[in-house]
């Protein structure tokens, strides 16, 4: 008698960073042994490496399995999961519940390959189902908490506890007997768990930069957009790039200058929304680096900060904008934040709720021409990334597709078994000078994902260039020039045919680093 067919079967794999147990290969070899005792056939696979199971909107693979399923005639009638952890850790159990009962209901049920109880709907398998689901939920609170508690700890016996050190600090790994090791370079991680970081002072020029912004602060009462003026003016960069109002207040908002240590302001657990702590919950400690300005002088800087902030009036905000209309004939984000004497146009927003709010009070309307002007920019900008998008979907054919977070999210690509690639045209503009520039306006995760940056020509309706970015690490928005040295970063994409050979290449240097 003939052997029965082979069931065609898609195997779904997700890697945190918990235990060894549960990496790639393992969850693979584990399913493939199950698929072959049951008489499965592994056609497709879906992994996200490296992702938590927490939200679905962090997870590109399932959320393609997904749609690949609900759209009817996937290449498979069954999906093998290791375990129902692996599934996701979804801190409301019905939402891992509803995905699989999703799966169910369009005849691809789910198979959890290295659970004791079969998938097969009887009572016990419901009951331990809904259990497992509960206990992964509830591991993933209880380690929250345990992380947050353990980097608590750390802050408090005076260690630095992630994150870039800053201008003028650089960070010193030091070995578990608390010698000193070596200093660690920018996006370089500690290579023993066990040992710790502190802050140690930079490069003695740049020392002497943030010695001078306090100073100018404090003895000058300089604001922090004239300060970044005067640095431009002298010539010296900010990280390669441009000081601007926020890298100026950043230093002199931040005790670490001063020696101190702070952490927890406010905290994002569970994939939550980020909400602030109150200071009786920060994590603290004082004089546990080498400082590089004195206690005095830092305080003497935030009261400066205060006076000239926190007391002004709303009157006296909108007295500001009022006299830079009757100099300017109009205003703009970019006079806003470039003129002296004016608060940045985040000030605004913050205190009359949006800049357009701001503008009505002090009788300011912009025209129709300039909304429709917009209107049509934006969807010139839209057609360019959706034909940039469809070039690559043609070249990359069934091996790539297109995702996009609700109706209003750019959208991005997946690569099937490669890396998710972010999407950015930047429009072209011109200097006072005349000189071309590009705007840059990124979102959230363009910010922290693997890009690829589409540098418009003069008319703003075609593609002058393409580079590959590991991310988008120059704040919400600023300007590149023609030959900019940040762009220098990522790969310059002379054919698409070769983008996802270089996104693989930016991914596992991102993963080495």
Known sequence: MANAP??????????????????IGNQDAAI???????????????????????ALKHRPALASLLK????????????????????????DSDEAAHYEFLCKTAGVPVHYCAEMFPNDDSFSSLV?????????????????????DTQKRIVQNGYWCGGMAGYGLRRMMLSPLGDRNHLLHPGELK??????VILVPGPSEEVQVVRDIFEM??????????????????????????WTYGSVLGILKHPKYAGNNRWGQTTQRLAGPRRRVPRSQWAEAHQVFQPLVD?????????????????????????????????????????????????????????????QRAYELIGFTRNQDYFSGRTVLRKQTQALRNRVLKQICHLYSGQVEVIKDGPVGRPRLQFHQGPLV?????????TPLGRATWCVNPVEKERHSITLLCRCTRENNDVFDYHLLPNIDRGNRFRLKERDAWLSRGEAVVDLSCLRALALQLRCLREEN
Not at 12 to 23: A, D, F, L, P
Not at 217 to 242: C, H, P, Q
């Open 128 to 148: 331990m189902k809904a259990l497992k689901r509960a206990m992964a939920g509830e591991y993933s609170r209880e380690l929250s908490v345990k992380v947050f």
């Open 191 to 196: 290579s023993i768990p066990t040992a710790r």
């Open 217 to 242: 602060v404090v003895s000058e009462r300089r604001s922090a957009g004239e300060i970044a003026r005067t640095l431009n003016g002298r010539g010296i960069a900010y990280f390669g790039r441009k």
């Open 6 to 23: 082979f069931v065609p079967a898609a195997e779904y794999v997700r890697m945190s960073t918990e235990h060894q147990q549960y990496s």
């Open 32 to 54: 493939r042994r199950y698929a072959a005792v049951h008489g499965f056939e592994i056609v497709q696979t879906y992994a996200d490496p490296g992702k938590s199971g927490l």
């Open 68 to 91: 690949d399923v609900l759209d009817g005639q996937p290449s498979y009638k069954a999906i093998l999961v290791y375990d129902v952890s692996r599934w996701g850790r979804f801190q």
């Open 422 to 430: 972010c999407v950015l045209v930047s429009r072209w503009g011109r």
């Open 295 to 355: 206690q005095q002088t830092f305080d003497s800087a935030q009261r400066v900060l205060r006076d000239r902030t926190c007391f002004k009036s709303d009157e006296q905000l909108l007295d500001q904008l009022r006299k830079l209309l009757a100099e300017k004939g109009r205003l703009s984000e970019n006079l806003i934040d470039e003129a002296r004497g004016v608060a940045i146009q985040s000030t605004y927003r913050r205190r009359f709720g949006s800049l």
